[in-house]
Nanobody, 115 residues
């Protein structure tokens, strides 16, 4: 079993930066993908970024502003967000996909971009 805990959200001004962290515990060998998603009020949850086999991928709306990275030694992966916009405000969730089809979700961390 694998557990994930997201942290690092907060209030930031437009144009600012924020880094989210997702700490993973449990059977690391069962993980084949790691990702970040977000859900704004009244909207569906959407994928933001993912890393699969070391290769990152991003949603179109990221437009080069976000970077997903991983620290193997700390069992943690990150979402570095730059040039944040008000429309980036959402609850951000991290998740891992496990071999066999299961996945594990964190509790979410609020990101608010506002002046």
């Amino acid at each position: 079993q694998v557990q994930v805990v997201a942290s690092g959200g907060g209030l930031v001004q437009p144009g600012g930066s924020l880094t989210l962290s997702c700490t993973v515990s449990g059977n690391m060998f069962s993980i084949y993908a790691r990702g970040w998603h977000r859900q704004a009020p009244g909207k569906q949850r959407e994928s933001v970024a993912a890393i699969i086999g070391g290769s990152p991928s991003y949603a179109d709306f990221v437009e080069g502003r976000f970077t997903i990275s991983r620290d193997v030694a700390k069992n943690t992966f990150y979402l570095h967000m730059n040039n944040l916009k008000p429309e980036d405000s959402a609850v951000y969730y991290c998740n891992v996909n496990l071999i066999g089809g299961d996945n594990s979700w964190g509790q979410g961390t609020q990101v608010t971009v506002s002046a």
